[in-house]
């Protein structure tokens, strides 16, 4: 029996959104795992165990490929009675960077 190219998109359509779906989760698997070992090291208190997805882009990484580009958010606090909101910034599944604002201590 042979397919027509007609019949394999839709196939194919589903496994890239699968695809994408999995990255997705386990990139924001790693954000979340990197935002709290920053809190830990800072003293703070990660809040609310979430970390949300702000902004993606397409763009080309420091190795010259290009991949997604997704920033999370996420707020913690250091006195109990302030919250602040940080930053991760993942290129693919690399991290960038873990950002937090400056914050009360005391």
């Known amino acids: 029996m042979l397919y027509t190219l007609s019949q ?7 496994a890239v959104l ?3 779906w999995l990255t997705a ?3 924001k698997e790693l954000a979340f795992q990197a935002a709290a ?12 165990d979430s970390i949300a997805l702000k902004v993606i882009k397409f763009q080309r990484g420091a ?4 991949g997604f ?4 958010a996420f707020e913690f606090t250091s006195t109990g ?8 910034i993942m290129q693919g599944s690399r991290n960038l960077s873990v ?5 009360r201590l005391q």
Do not use: I, S, T
């Open 8 to 14: 394999w998109w839709p196939l194919l359509f589903v």
């Open 18 to 20: 699968a695809w994408y």
């Open 25 to 27: 989760v386990k990139v």
């Open 37 to 48: 070992r920053r809190c830990n090291m800072e003293g703070v208190q990660l809040l609310d």
């Open 63 to 66: 190795n010259g490929n290009m």
């Open 69 to 72: 580009r997704r920033e999370f």
């Open 81 to 88: 009675n302030h919250r602040y909101q940080g930053w991760v």
């Open 99 to 103: 950002e937090l604002p400056p914050h």
